[in-house]
């Protein structure tokens, strides 16, 4: 029988072995961010394309249909990642091209939400501000240590003790399960939760109850974003969005960073009407320093910021070894985990 080809393309260090993937196809290895083009994949026409750091191409898409429509024999695409937004999966679906991501991966899953309470704490005691304070010597001077002052009081003892509070989780996915649950079994918080692909059944068993975004957004005292981004959700968190918060509500992006006008969330944080915000993620990454909302990000002390690090270093590892494993899996004939548009299937 004739190997298959598959186009390997990965941003950054790989961790894990993948040779084993030489015995079953024929494998292309692009390391660093590879840009799809037609005399790309017109030249080695994959029947997989697999790997993490595709270059955008034509709006959000790094993978467009007509990028697909070059690929004569393309049958399954692996994105070593949580995050598939890049890909036209509904084009893929058109095309009975199987698209599949790595969501499935618990120490990744976990990893991801351990971050999103990181920010918490980091927002609730001021731990970057803290942290920078006690290093400028600022808060090792007689009158200042122990941040006893008035002012020092009412800034960095003036947040919320978490324990009782009120959790809203938006998008209960394998990630925002975890943070619920990290709330509810560690905090005894009262978890809210929106998300429309969730049945209420489902959420119940965690101890979830599914509202509206609005009820979520007006009710929780935390906020953390764990949705995927999709073609109806792009800043579904906005001016009217952040006016519904509490002035003492914190909101965390661990997800993508176009989920949230952050024009809009940085001038809420500059004019102090909501308690804070973590951001991992960003709308385009690197952000641009020069822009004036990253500016206003930065410069603020009511936020926690980190550059897109939600995996750990040991879920980096067990990510890419269940990437190349699905590729393995599919390559023996086998149906790949974590399938993102199941309906595909349908005609097979």
Known sequence: MEKKKVLLAYRGKILTAFDFLYDMAIVEFRQGPLKFTPEVLEEINPHIIAGLGFEK???????????MDVCEKLEFIQKVAMGYDDIDVEAATKRGIIVSNVGGVGISSQSVAELAWAHIFSLARRIPQVDAGVRSGELLRPERFGASSDEDVIYYRGGPVLYGKTLGIIGLGKIGKRSALIGKLGFNMVVLAYDPYVEPADADMIGVKLVSLETLLREADIIVIHAALTGDNRAMIGEREIELMKKTAMIVNVARGALIDMPALAKA??????????????????????????KTLIRSRRTSLSPHVGSLYEALVERQRAGFENVARYLRGEKPFWIVNPSVLQGK
């Open 57 to 67: 191409v034509a709006g959000n898409y790094a993978l467009t249909g007509e990028l």
């Open 269 to 294: 944080l500059e004019e102090g009407r909501i308690y804070g915000a973590g951001i991992d993620v960003w709308p385009t990454e690197p952000p641009h320093p020069d822009e004036d909302w990253v």
